[in-house]
């Protein structure tokens, strides 16, 4: 498993800005996601985190000096469901913490697919919820590159970040 790390200045963040809209594979019907703190299907005891999962990447949120938040981002296979994984930094105690937050049954619901669609429905869920904007940047890829973590955001905040000048 590839651990997260940190970028501690600039020149170690990936090409932020000029990337191209990537494709997102079509939304299976059903997709039939539970999206969620602590989400996971009946029956799954995972107290350390998944076993195997893919790193996604890492986006941080970062308010104020005093003020932030990063995520990495996980998925993994089990018998019966692709799952999605938050690893958080908690700077408090210096220490990341595994939370499942969301799932689909594997049945018809590629790799892919389940990866674009499980972030996008936490994302979505998370602005409503938490009222989570848009991050401020990518602190690391993983299977997702820049671009693709670009157009994921596009299709959660349907628009660049704030301070673009458009109307809401």
């Known amino acids: 498993m590839k651990n997260p790390s940190i970028p501690m200045s600039p020149d170690k963040l990936p090409h932020q800005r000029i990337v191209p809209v990537a494709s997102i594979p ?3 019907n059903p997709f039939d996601a539970v999206i969620g703190w602590n989400e996971k299907p009946d029956g799954v005891v995972l107290a350390n985190g998944p076993s195997n999962p893919e790193y996604l990447g890492q986006v941080e949120w970062a308010w ?3 003020n932030n938040r ?4 996980y998925i993994s296979r089990g018998r019966s469901h692709w799952m999605l994984w938050l690893y958080s930094y908690d700077d408090n105690w210096g ?4 939370l499942p937050i969301g799932y689909v049954p594997l049945k018809d619901v590629c790799f ?5 669609h499980l972030l996008i ?3 979505r869920w ?13 602190n690391e890829e993983g299977y997702l590159d820049a671009s693709q973590w670009r157009t ?4 959660v905040w349907n628009a660049a970040p704030e301070g673009d000048g458009k109307d809401d």
């Open 64 to 66: 104020s000096r005093m």
């Open 126 to 138: 998370d602005k409503e919820k938490g009222d989570l904007d848009h991050y401020h940047w990518i």
């Open 112 to 116: 892919d697919q389940a990866t674009f």
């Open 95 to 98: 220490k990341w913490d595994w």
């Open 121 to 123: 429905d936490y994302w």
């Open 26 to 28: 079509a939304r299976p």
């Open 70 to 73: 990063v995520d990495a981002y």
């Open 152 to 155: 994921i955001a596009l299709q």
